[in-house]
């Protein structure tokens, strides 16, 4: 089984993208910062899956949290959002110990 590519602490960034598919990556996270929590294991790309494919990649899923601030421009609380893998990127600023 792949190691994962993110450990939790890792600092990453949401694509930008707005595929013209369904998609369980919210419009409002994307290209936002945010910290890993924890893999939650690996899960068939629900992308490719809701096009009734069966070609679906197994990715491994991430627990990501976010500041409300930094999705909606205000909120002192944190929201936490299951990602895949291929939804994120490594950022410079690569762990934080929050």
Known sequence: MPSDRFA????VRTFPHDPPH???LPRYARGKQG???EPEG???LADVSAQGRADAPVEQVYAVRF???DLWGEGDHHVVLD???SYLSGTEEQ???R
Do not use: C, F, N, S
Not at 8 to 11: F, L, M, V
């Open 83 to 85: 990602l895949w893998e």
């Open 22 to 24: 369904h998609t369980r």
């Open 95 to 97: 762990h934080d110990e």
């Open 35 to 37: 910290v890993v929590v």
């Open 8 to 11: 939790p602490g890792t600092r």
């Open 42 to 44: 690996r899960a068939p």
């Open 67 to 69: 500041a409300a601030r």
